[in-house]
């Protein structure tokens, strides 16, 4: 464990209007990966799987584009959002709302492993400090200002992620919102913050070009042209599948197996879903 | 099972209440050792009033007369994996976390459904569809 005072502390969290007298970090991963192009993720821990696939996502792609993703460690989708940069192979920032040597949710105690080995957790509470509610408001405050962008996935109205996404705001830093269905809860949050002017998530690469980071070029793909015409219809069931396009069940098992291996797609209650943005 | 306590899950018509500590809870109740030895996991949608109401599906005589075919089948002489399939499970292995006894499943349940389609080897389609039934990362 390190400790950086507050004038050692990176630019944007510096720059903050109350940053913390000092951080605690913890982890193979260098200090300076602070200072790195960031992007913040969070939302609801219930999330849904379309929240949890497009965390996941989101941490994948920027990660791969070498954005450091930071988040909170917590269920849902501050969790995806971790595993999907550790899957791209890149950095991620789990900021606690407990003391730096405490794994907590204790669920994600292996998660925080893998971070500390490969990247950073940081606190700003000293080791021992037990985990409390009024904690995670000022946890926030940090997650959103290590970054220059705020995400904010899924959250049900008065969610903690629209906490980080206020502070962020108030920063006058970017926020995103992904956008929801209007008929879901878990969407009331996000879209509300779209009304209110966040920009809608269409795209990691919007995200990318906030940051100032190059957009990587997009993979060609060698697809069957059943994989490439389910693509086309997804999010939806096998049954809804084999319906929506004359196919016979095991054709479309097939190719969803095809393009889950590739990573194209997930499935998760039944439904597949597209792990890119169309 | 329901996908969650409140039975909200999935269902395009209801709202999922459960908070995460209750959805862990409910779906710790089967641990990850268990569910290693499924070898068929199919998630249902709840049936709307039309398809309740249509009329009774394929009947079970048919059904039978195919699952003794391919009894029969996989006794004298099971249908062998070809190189396509084999690259395949291989893939399978390295991206999803199967386990040792995970891959044995899907590898004779790919075999079962060749056997069915009465197909000369297991191809790739057949280990697609053998692993589209596998236990979801969700409940692990």
Redesign the interface.
């Known amino acids: 464990v390190i400790v950086i005072g507050r004038d050692a502390l990176p630019p944007l969290l510096r720059a903050i209007h109350d940053p913390p007298l000092r951080i605690y970090v913890r982890g193979n991963g260098a200090p300076q990966l602070l200072a790195e192009p960031a992007a913040a993720i969070v939302g609801a821990r219930a999330c849904s799987p379309y929240g949890r696939q497009v965390a996941r996502m989101l941490g994948r792609e920027l990660a791969a584009a070498g954005v450091v993703v930071v988040s909170g460690l917590a269920r849902g989708i501050d969790g995806e959002a971790h595993r999907g940069a550790l899957e791209a192979g890149g950095h991620t920032v789990a900021v606690l709302g407990c003391g730096i040597d405490r794994d907590y949710p204790a669920v994600h105690a292996a998660l925080a492993a893998v971070i500390a080995e490969r990247s950073l957790l940081v606190s700003e509470y000293e080791p021992g400090v037990e985990p409390a509610p009024w904690r995670f408001p000022a946890r926030n405050r940090i997650i959103a200002g290590l970054c220059a962008v705020t995400i904010v996935v899924e959250a049900r109205e008065r969610s903690g992620a629209l906490i980080t996404a206020d502070f962020a705001l108030e920063e006058g830093r970017e926020v995103f919102a992904v956008p929801g269905d209007i008929t879901s809860s878990l969407s009331a949050g996000t879209n509300e913050l779209i009304r209110l002017g966040a920009t809608p998530l269409i795209a990691s690469a919007d995200v990318l070009e906030a940051l100032g980071v190059p957009v990587p070029a997009p993979a060609a793909l060698e697809l069957g042209p059943t994989a490439a015409a389910l693509l086309e219809r997804l999010p939806a069931s096998p049954d809804e599948l084999v319906a929506a396009c004359g196919l016979r069940t095991p054709e479309v098992a097939a190719a969803l197996a095809e393009l889950e291996l590739l990573r194209l797609v997930a499935q998760e209650e039944g439904i597949y879903r597209a792990l890119r943005t169309s | 099972m329901n996908?969650c306590a409140c039975g909200g899950?999935?269902d395009p018509n209801a709202?999922?209440t459960?908070?995460?500590q209750r959805?862990?809870r409910y779906r710790d109740r089967l641990s990850r050792a268990l569910l290693d030895r499924f070898d068929l996991v199919v998630?249902?949608?709840r049936p709307r009033a039309t398809e309740l109401a249509a009329g009774p599906a394929e009947p079970s005589e048919l059904v039978r007369g195919r699952v003794c075919a391919a009894r029969e089948r996989l006794g004298r002489a099971p249908p062998r994996r070809n190189e396509a399939a084999d690259a395949?499970l291989t893939?399978?292995v390295e991206?999803?976390a199967l386990s040792g006894r995970g891959r044995a499943r899907v590898a004779r349940v790919a075999q079962t459904?060749a056997a069915l389609?009465d197909a000369d080897s297991v191809g790739?389609?057949?280990?697609?569809?053998a692993?589209?039934?596998r236990v979801?990362?969700?409940l692990s």
């Open positions: 996908l899950r999935g709202q999922c459960c908070s995460a959805l862990a998630a249902m949608a395949m893939r399978a991206r999803l459904i389609a790739p389609e057949h280990v697609g569809e692993l589209s039934y979801p990362d969700e």
